[in-house]
């Protein structure tokens, strides 16, 4: 507990991190906390972002450092995302470190190589919107992409949109049917889309309808 408060957790954020992990109790300080938190600095989180990464992911330190998370930093390096960027990923995304290498991150990367997107352009999406690694690949990466071709998009178009706004990825399918039926009957699908999405309704609506 005295080094949660030491590393910069406030008494608020204590408790909380406890109760989300009670194990914490029992993980040694020298051997657990102090390296996962020396590491986490060392991939370029400052003061600041690291108490906020233990307080929104307590069970990091349940993960494995040699086993998980350096080998899911080092394959983000060697796919082209910058350390600047993982740094960022990690302090937005936390949950990013618990992923399973083959089992979720590889298989959405060889995904987004499948739809058409070169290495560079997954590097670039996966950097502006880490958090599309942890969508499932059924149930949302797929049908988005398949949702898009349904409007008559060119694999070019989708891979154009997808790049430039790879948050659509996240969107709900319902949501993203119902702007581009609005869309396409203006002929704007293409040119509009990836901005649009990202409109509230109430903006959305004073625009196109």
């Known amino acids: 507990v005295q080094w949660l408060a030491e590393v910069g957790l406030g008494v608020d954020q204590i408790p909380k ?3 989300r992990l009670p194990a914490l109790l029992g993980y040694s300080v020298e051997e657990n906390l102090k390296p996962k938190a020396l590491w986490l600095s060392q991939v370029g989180l400052s003061n600041d972002h690291i108490p906020k990464v233990i307080a929104n992911m307590p069970q990091l330190f349940g993960y494995s450092l040699q ?8 394959w983000l390096l ?5 350390r600047e960027q993982i740094a960022k990923a990690i302090s937005n995304k936390p949950s990013l470190l618990g992923y399973s290498l083959q089992e979720k991150l590889k298989p959405t990367v060889r995904w987004l190589a499948d739809i058409g997107m070169e290495e560079l352009q997954i590097a670039k999406v996966i950097s502006a919107s880490p958090a599309l690694l942890g969508y499932s690949l059924e149930q949302n990466l797929k049908p988005t992409v398949q949702a898009l071709r349904d409007q008559g998009l060119t694999q070019a178009e989708i891979t154009r949109i997808l790049v430039c706004h790879p948050a659509i990825l996240g969107y709900s399918t319902k949501r993203l049917m119902q702007r581009m039926s609005i869309l396409s ?4 699908l293409s040119r509009s889309l990836g901005s649009a999405m990202a409109w509230t309704d109430a903006k959305f609506a004073a625009r196109f309808q």
């Open 185 to 188: 009957a203006q002929g704007r």
């Open 17 to 19: 991190v406890i109760a």
């Open 67 to 74: 086993e998980k998370m350096k080998p899911t930093v080092q």
């Open 78 to 82: 060697d796919i082209g995302v910058g």
